[in-house]
């Protein structure tokens, strides 16, 4: 069987058609579509301000983040420049400390100075007032010893020759002012042309065995000079020298 056979009979074009009995539906696609149009430009302008102020934003925060870098570059530098005013103050203020102590020290010492030459000085008048009387008594010491030599001269010439002669000795200059060598002969049993010698100092107040030839005993030296030194007896000293000579030549 076909299917035309099975179609129903068309009915003619001059009877009204289904769709035509169908009641008309208005969905509003053109007013939707206007609406979806304006949300579009609405939502594409939203966009691009939106990217437009993320963009902006984004600027503003690198320059910002730049302002901030160099604001924070220059308050490190003031940082450093105030550490560096700061230590140099320090280092000043130390300084200006350590000078001030170092003076104060030098005042001390000053003081001290002072306070030391002005005792040296009056231990120093105090000594040349000593030492000026030591020197006036010596003057006057010297004064009574030569009026004793000027009062003894004419009895040491004399007696001088005579000492001369009795114990072979004869009396020369030493080359210095208040020096005397005195030489014995006849002393050497051996050789009585050997000569024995010393030379006698007499600058001061006591009398000084300087040089003895041959060579004599200190202590017996001293002994027979401190009895002239005492004594002022010429002979005696005279005697027990040639008498010292004598013996070490034994």
């Known amino acids: 069987m076909s299917t035309s056979s099975m179609r129903p009979a068309y009915a003619g074009t001059e009877g009204p058609s289904m769709a035509d009995s169908l009641p008309s539906a208005n969905f509003g696609f053109e007013e939707l579509r206007d609406r979806m149009a304006k949300f579009t430009t609405k939502f594409d302008d939203f966009i ?80 040349i007032a000593e030492t000026q009387k030591l020197i006036d008594k010596h003057v006057e010491a010297q004064r009574q010893h030569a009026q004793y030599l000027n009062a003894q001269a004419r009895f040491n010439m004399p007696e001088l020759d005579f000492w001369q002669d009795y114990l072979c000795l004869r009396i020369e200059g030493a080359g210095m002012e208040d020096h005397l060598k005195f030489i014995y002969t006849h002393i050497d049993d051996r050789d009585w042309e050997r000569e024995a010698w010393f030379e006698l100092g007499m600058g001061k107040r006591d009398y000084e065995v300087l040089h003895c030839k041959p ?3 200190s202590d017996a030296v001293e002994k027979v000079l401190d009895k002239l030194n005492e004594s002022r007896d010429v002979g005696y000293f005279l005697k027990g020298m040639r008498e010292l000579f004598v013996e070490v030549l034994k």
């Open 48 to 127: 691009e301000k939106g990217i437009k102020g993320v963009l902006e934003e984004r600027t503003q925060f690198r320059k910002n983040v730049v302002e901030l870098k160099e604001d924070h570059r220059m308050k490190k530098k003031d940082i450093e420049i105030l550490k560096l005013k700061t230590d140099s103050h320090e280092k000043a203020t130390a300084k200006e400390a350590q000078e001030a102590e170092e003076m104060r020290n030098v005042i001390a010492s000053l003081s001290s100075q002072r306070e030391s030459r002005a005792e040296a000085r009056d231990e120093l008048a105090q000594t």
């Open 215 to 217: 060579k004599l005993r």
